[in-house]
């Protein structure tokens, strides 16, 4: 079972223990999404951005877990927002797939029970 770091850098996007954690979010990205090869040049730097953020925030001792959530998926949303620009409507709708998917895994039985649920 992937720890709570595992899950924290992959619901970032970022994938731990890669030769190259960008590259392999991208080839990932490129295919789930169908990049253009401009779109791979445009969200390249989105990536490698995201991924510094992620280390760095895995890095940070000063916070707790749920402080790592939360800041975890604020870097998603930003790269997100940032992405959005470059895609088409499908893809965005792919894009949202995927980052619940990595939010699911991550809240899995550690977060979950204490957020109030909306129904």
């Not at 954690?21 to 991208?26: F, H, V």
């Not at 779109?39 to 760095?56: C, S």
Request: include cysteine.
């Amino acid at each position: 079972m992937p720890d709570f770091r595992h899950r924290l850098l992959e619901c970032c996007g970022h994938l731990p223990g890669s030769a190259s954690d960008a590259e392999t979010a991208m080839a990932e990205l490129t295919k789930k999404l169908q990049l253009t090869e401009q779109q791979q040049k445009q969200i390249a730097p989105l990536v490698a951005e995201r991924d510094k953020k992620a280390e760095a925030l895995e890095a940070d001792k000063s916070m707790g877990k749920l402080q790592k959530l939360k800041q975890a998926m604020q870097l998603q949303t930003d790269f997100h927002n940032g992405a959005a620009k470059y895609l088409n409507a499908d893809q965005v709708k792919k894009l949202d797939a995927l980052q619940a998917e990595r939010r699911a895994k991550l809240t899995k039985g550690h977060i979950s029970p204490i957020l109030p649920h909306n129904h």
